[in-house]
Nanobody, 123 residues
């Protein structure tokens, strides 16, 4: 059974940092590009970042460039997102997923993504 469990979300002040983690199981993790997507209340899913299967190539949405860093550890089937200089508009539930190269805006989280992890940025 494919399962993706995100963790590490919290409530932080603007300018703060968080490191999100994702534990993957049930599929050949090291053979898949992976992504972080997020969903703010009342909004569709939004692509944040993705990384190729080997971890050598990373890509970021404009809002994430220079602030977020995606990484992975294929030895332990883990995906990470280091988030620095967080902004109020980063408030969302964050999910990890296989990267599909699609428009996520009209989608809803898949059951296999689990509950994601909530990031709240407020002062």
């Amino acid at each position: 059974e494919e399962r993706l469990v995100a963790s590490g979300g919290a409530s932080v002040q603007p300018g703060g940092s968080l490191r999100l983690s994702c534990a993957a199981s049930g599929f050949p993790f090291s053979r898949h590009a992976m992504a972080w997507v997020r969903q703010a209340p009342g909004k569709g899913l939004e692509w944040v970042s993705h990384i190729n299967s080997g971890g050598g190539n990373t890509y970021y949405a404009d809002f994430a460039k220079g602030r977020f860093t995606i990484s992975r550890d294929n030895a332990v089937n883990a995906l990470y997102l280091q988030m620095n200089n967080l902004r109020r508009e980063d408030t969302a539930r964050y999910y990890c997923t296989k990267y599909q190269g699609i428009d996520y805006t009209s989608m809803t989280p898949r059951e296999s993504w689990g509950q994601g992890t909530q990031v709240t940025v407020s002062s």
